[in-house]
């Protein structure tokens, strides 16, 4: 069960934004991805956008040349680089490229080192053809609201109590809990091996860190 005040106390206990990592990846329809990263320990904050286009201020219905992307937040002391990239790998096929640029798939690096990691990880894959591109991260646009959490939206009584605590549309997208949440609603098993277990438990003993 969740109740505004622990959604609240679960927030305030996850590492802010300064000591998480980000990275980026484009692994087709960002809806899946977002649940999926969402589910892991370590992962404190997803989002899902449009990236690895040239296009200003894409939109869902206007992407120009851009691909959905989902964007996570990590605890460094908890994961590094390379074990996010590892995780963006294993969920989906580096040996197709759909299509269409909407869906296709690419994995975004920020610095040389993150390219160096990611180049690594897929020239050691027991593949005959890679087709996942590796590509900078020029920009990255958050989707509309509506795409922020797509599962979650599912559940409207959940989503009260985040309105009840005053989150807004863009804390909603930001927030730890959310991203927990929409994993459960999504039917993400967590990590830890606990199965789809209440994501917020430990917040009423504060340690967030245990999610």
């Not at 605890?75 to 040996?95: K, L, M, Q, T, Y």
């Not at 795409?147 to 989150?167: N, T, V």
């Not at 091996?193 to 438990?201: H, N, Q, S, Y």
Request: proline content about 6%; some cysteine; hydrophobic content about 35%.
């Amino acid at each position: 069960m969740t109740d505004p005040d622990r959604i609240a106390a679960y927030d305030a206990a996850a590492p802010p934004p300064d000591e998480t990592e980000t990275a980026t990846f484009a692994l087709g329809c960002f809806w899946g991805p977002d649940a999926t990263f969402g589910a892991l320990d370590g992962v404190v904050r997803t989002r899902v956008g449009y990236a690895g286009g040239a296009t200003d201020a894409p939109t869902y219905h206007d992407l120009g040349d851009h691909s959905e992307a989902v964007q996570v937040d990590y605890d460094p002391e908890r994961f590094s680089f390379g074990e996010v990239v590892d995780f963006a790998i294993e969920n989906h096929s580096v040996r197709t490229q759909p299509r269409d640029r909407q869906y296709q798939h690419v994995l975004f690096y920020e610095s040389p080192e993150q390219r160096a990691v990611i180049e690594k990880r897929l020239d050691a894959l027991a593949v005959d053809e890679v087709r996942t591109r590796v590509e900078a991260l020029d920009a990255f646009h958050p989707a509309e609201s509506y795409h922020q959490k797509y599962h979650l939206r599912s559940k409207r009584a959940i989503l009260s109590d985040f309105e009840e605590a005053g989150y807004d549309a863009t804390a909603i997208r930001e927030s730890p809990a959310a991203a927990k949440l929409n994993a459960e609603a999504g039917g993400y098993d967590r990590s830890d091996g606990t199965g789809r277990l209440d994501p917020l438990a430990a917040s009423s003993s504060g340690a967030a860190q245990s999610e």
